[in-house]
C-alpha cells in the first residue's frame, strides 16, 4: 500500500519593511546614553536661542565689590542687593552663570553653522573632483594635499588675523565685499570671522572622504545603467551618487563638531575669537587663567560645560556611526 506523506511548511510572521532612517533611530532611542546627549545637547540648543530668558544677569554686569565671589555668595554691591552668585563671579565681577549661559550661543552656533559650512564645501568639492575626468580629479585633490600639508590649526589662526586685521582698517580704505565682511562680523561680536576662518580650512576631510565615496559608487551597476538611458551627470550626481555617500558624509561631519568647539575656545582662549566682552567659554577660561590658585571656580565652570558638549558630541556621533553600519544594526 502506498502512503503519501506531506511536509507542512513553517510559516514565519511578515516583518514590516523598515526604512535606514528607521533603523537608526530606533537603535539610537534603545541606547541610554545617546538619549542622555541628546537631551543635553537639546537643552543647549533652547538655551542658546534665549539666553537672555534664563540669563538672571546681563553678561556686561559687573560689581567690583563681588570680584572672585565664591560660588552661592551673596552680593554685596547696592544695585544688587539679594542677588545670589550661584557659581560665583569672575574678576571683573560679572555673575559666572550668567555669562557660561550666554557662551552656550557662541559654541552652539560654532558647532552646527561652522561644520554646516566645512560639509557644504567639502561635499561640493569632493563630489565634482571624483565625478571628473581623471585629470581634474588630480589637479584638485593636489590643490587640498597642498593645503593639507600645513597645520590646520596654524592655517586658521593667520587666517583669523588676516580676517581680525579687516575690522581694523579704515572704511575708507575697505571694499565692498571687504566692508561687508567687517560688518558682518562686528554685529556678530566677533563670532562671522570665526565661522569663516574654520569653515574655510576645516572641509579637507570631508573633501576627500566624499571623493572616495564618489569615486567607489561611480562604477556601480546602477550608475552605469543611468548612464545608459540617457541621465545626465547633473541628475547622476545628484540622484544617483548624492543620496549614497551623504550618510558617511554626516557621521563623519558629526565626529567632527568637537575640533571646532575645541578650536573655537582655543582662538578665544589666545584673543583670537570672540571679543569682548561677549563671553565664550574659552575667554572665560582665559579671564580665569591669573586667578586659577585663588579662584578655581572662575575656570572649573566654563571648562566643564566646554568638557560636556564636546563629549556629548562624541558619543553622539559614535552612536550615529555604530546605528548606520549595516554589520551593526537589528535585523
Known amino acids: 500500500m502506498a502512503t503519501s506523506t506531506s511536509t507542512a511548511t513553517p510559516t514565519f510572521p511578515a516583518r514590516a519593511p523598515r526604512s535606514l532612517l528607521q533603523d537608526v533611530l530606533t537603535r539610537l532611542v534603545k541606547d541610554p546614553l545617546v ?24 553678561y556686561e554686569t559687573t560689581s567690583f565689590p563681588d570680584k572672585l565671589a565664591p560660588p552661592g555668595a551673596y552680593a554685596t554691591a547696592d544695585k544688587l542687593a539679594g542677588f545670589r552668585y550661584v557659581l560665583g563671579s569672575d574678576r571683573l565681577g560679572r555673575d559666572i552663570l550668567s555669562r557660561l549661559i550666554y557662551g552656550t550661543r557662541v559654541s552652539i552656533a560654532v558647532a552646527f553653522l561652522g561644520a554646516g559650512i566645512s560639509f557644504l564645501i567639502g561635499l561640493t568639492y569632493g563630489l565634482f573632483a571624483g565625478y571628473s575626468r581623471p585629470r581634474i580629479d588630480n589637479v584638485m585633490m593636489r590643490i587640498v594635499d597642498i593645503i593639507y600639508a600645513y597645520p590646520t590649526l596654524i592655517l586658521i589662526i593667520l587666517l583669523q588675523v588676516f580676517l581680525t586685521s579687516l575690522a581694523q582698517q579704515p572704511a575708507e580704505n575697505l571694499g565692498v565685499l571687504q566692508t561687508l565682511l567687517v560688518t558682518l562680523d562686528t554685529r556678530s561680536g566677533g563670532l562671522f570671522f570665526i565661522f569663516v576662518a574654520i569653515g574655510a580650512v576645516s572641509w579637507l576631510n570631508m573633501a576627500r572622504l566624499t571623493r572616495g565615496q564618489t569615486l567607489h559608487y561611480r562604477e556601480q551597476e546602477f550608475v552605469q545603467a543611468a548612464h545608459l538611458v540617457g541621465a545626465d551627470d547633473r541628475r547622476i550626481m545628484s540622484r544617483h551618487l548624492l543620496p549614497n555617500i551623504i550618510g558617511t558624509c554626516i557621521v563623519a561631519e558629526t565626529l567632527a563638531i568637537p575640533s571646532y568647539i575645541y578650536t573655537e575656545a582655543f582662538l578665544s582662549f589666545i584673543g583670537l575669537g570672540i571679543q569682548p566682552p561677549l563671553p565664550s567659554w574659552g575667554s572665560m577660561i582665559a579671564d580665569g587663567y591669573g586667578a586659577l590658585r585663588s579662584a578655581p571656580h572662575v575656570i572649573f565652570f566654563p571648562a566643564l ?3 560636556l558638549t564636546m563629549l556629548a558630541f562624541n558619543f553622539l556621533g559614535d552612536a550615529i556611526r555604530d546605528a548606520m553600519d549595516p554589520k551593526l544594526r537589528d535585523r
Open 35 to 58: 538619549v542622555l546627549c541628546v537631551l543635553y545637547l537639546g537643552m543647549l540648543i533652547v538655551v542658546a536661542l534665549a539666553p537672555g530668558f534664563f540669563a538672571p544677569l546681563s
Open 305 to 307: 560645560a566646554l568638557s
